[in-house]
């Protein structure tokens, strides 16, 4: 296992992060998975034997849930492995249990800390942005959290460029801790945060955390041209994330990654994730998985090294159309590239 400092910081992070989504199985998270806390510990184990060190949670997954098998998962391994969750989303009816107010952010961690059985979260990061609260107010209530010991690195996820900036803008202005991390959706299927987000990671030092790397099963290799979906496939009908704009495209890049696959005699979900391992700014996969066969296979990524001719052929049939202004700088300013520009332009 290759380990990779998690931005500017000085922590280092696995390739490969736990996911835990599946974990509880609670209300509309029942389609996802519902992993009980004995095939938790044994996921949990399976990850430590691998040298996965970082587990991803959030509050929101199974209502809670999922961070309280994380922490009965986790009580073997507390000496081995950092903990993340997130806060945003809403956890009741009440108005004030959502957002990234200061009232919602400390009672979320306190929340979280009772939940997941431990003195301090070690990556906390908001769950999504809220265009309500000011980011002073949001900014200034995670410095004081990391100050009193409850939390030790914040990060981001699911934000706009701007999003981003604004914030570390504030958190420079009020001398705020600033956000080391962001965890986002990038896949060989759905390629949008190569115009921005990693743009933004590279100039800024924010390492990435990437969510459902194999598109929520999309780049399994269960999916196949003129062959019927699985059963249990959540996918290309009523479940949105990511969406498919055009399923033949899709199929045009699962039959390269499985060319791909066979070179090495791996899965296509491998190839998918190791993949995203070569991309700059990417620190490491938030994977997860009903089954401890599934997760081994994920986890088996991280030792897939692919060469640049297999890396050239999964970028040119992935790729999208460049868009504005991105288009025209590609045309016109190729010679003044930075770093972050040549990640896309370059």
Same mark, same amino acid.
């Not at 806390?37 to 034997?49: F, K, M, S, Y």
């Not at 922490?71 to 081995?80: F, I, L, S, V, Y």
């Not at 159309?321 to 896309?344: F, G, M, V």
């Given at each position: 296992?290759?380990?990779?400092?998690?931005?500017?910081?000085?922590?280092?992070?696995?390739?490969?992060?736990?996911?835990?989504?599946?974990? $509880?199985?609670?209300?509309?998270?029942?389609?996802?998975?519902? #992993?009980?806390? *004995?095939?938790?510990?044994?996921?949990?184990?399976?990850?430590?034997?691998?040298?996965?060190?970082?587990?991803?949670?959030?509050?929101?997954?199974?209502?809670?849930?999922?961070?309280?098998?994380?922490?009965?998962? #986790?009580?073997?391994?507390?000496?081995?492995?950092?903990?993340?969750?997130?806060?945003?989303?809403?956890?009741?009816?009440?108005?004030?249990?959502?957002?990234?107010?200061?009232?919602? &952010?400390?009672?979320?961690?306190?929340?979280?800390?009772?939940?997941?059985?431990?003195?301090? &979260?070690?990556?906390?990061?908001?769950?999504?942005?809220?265009?309500?609260?000011?980011?002073?107010? #949001?900014?200034?209530?995670?410095?004081?959290?990391?100050?009193?010991?409850?939390?030790?690195?914040?990060?981001?996820?699911?934000?706009?460029?701007?999003?981003?900036?604004?914030?570390?803008?504030?958190? *420079?202005?009020?001398?705020?801790?600033?956000?080391?991390?962001?965890?986002?959706?990038?896949?060989?299927?759905?390629?949008?945060?190569?115009?921005?987000?990693?743009?933004?990671?590279?100039?800024?030092?924010?390492?990435?955390?990437?969510?459902?790397?194999?598109?929520?099963?999309?780049?399994?290799?269960?999916?196949?041209?003129?062959q019927d979906d699985p059963e249990t496939s959540r996918h290309l009908g009523e479940w949105s994330e990511p969406?498919?704009?055009?399923?033949?495209?899709?199929?045009?890049?699962?039959?390269?990654?499985? *060319?791909?696959?066979?070179?090495?005699?791996?899965?296509?979900?491998?190839?998918?994730?190791?993949?995203?391992?070569?991309?700059?700014?990417?620190?490491?996969?938030?994977? $997860?998985?009903?089954?401890?066969?599934?997760?081994?296979?994920?986890l088996a990524a991280a030792e897939l090294a692919l060469t640049d001719d297999e890396v050239a052929r999964l970028?040119?049939?992935?790729? #999208?159309?460049?868009?504005?202004?991105?288009?025209?700088?590609?045309?016109? &300013?190729?010679?003044?590239?930075?770093?972050?520009?040549?990640?896309?332009?370059?």
């Open positions: 296992m290759e380990y990779r400092t998690l931005g500017r910081s000085g922590l280092k992070v696995s390739t490969m992060t736990m996911g835990t989504m599946t974990f $509880g199985g609670k209300g509309g998270f029942s389609k996802l998975g519902a #992993t009980d806390v *004995e095939g938790a510990t044994r996921q949990i184990d399976l990850c430590v034997d691998h040298g996965v060190n970082l587990v991803d949670t959030a509050d929101m997954y199974s209502a809670g849930v999922s961070e309280e098998i994380v922490g009965q998962a #986790t009580k073997n391994h507390r000496d081995d492995l950092l903990i993340a969750t997130k806060c945003r989303f809403p956890m009741s009816d009440d108005p004030n249990d959502a957002g990234a107010s200061r009232q919602h &952010i400390v009672a979320s961690v306190e929340n979280s800390l009772r939940r997941l059985d431990v003195q301090h &979260i070690d990556l906390f990061q908001l769950h999504g942005w809220d265009g309500v609260t000011p980011l002073e107010e #949001t900014l200034e209530a995670l410095d004081t959290l990391v100050s009193k010991g409850k939390i030790r690195y914040i990060g981001c996820s699911n934000y706009s460029a701007w999003h981003i900036m604004k914030a570390l803008a504030v958190s *420079e202005r009020g001398e705020f801790q600033r956000f080391v991390s962001q965890q986002i959706h990038y896949t060989l299927q759905a390629r949008e945060a190569e115009n921005e987000l990693v743009p933004v990671s590279i100039d800024q030092g924010l390492g990435i955390l990437v969510w459902s790397p194999i598109a929520g099963g999309l780049l399994s290799g269960k999916f196949r041209r003129g969406p498919v704009h055009d399923r033949e495209r899709l199929y045009d890049i699962i039959e390269v990654a499985a *060319e791909v696959g066979d070179a090495h005699g791996v899965s296509v979900a491998q190839v998918a994730n190791a993949w995203l391992l070569r991309k700059p700014a990417v620190t490491s996969l938030v994977v $997860g998985a009903r089954t401890e066969e599934q997760l081994a296979d994920n970028d040119e049939v992935s790729a #999208t159309p460049l868009l504005y202004p991105y288009w025209h700088q590609k045309n016109t &300013i190729t010679d003044r590239l930075s770093p972050a520009d040549a990640s896309l332009l370059g």
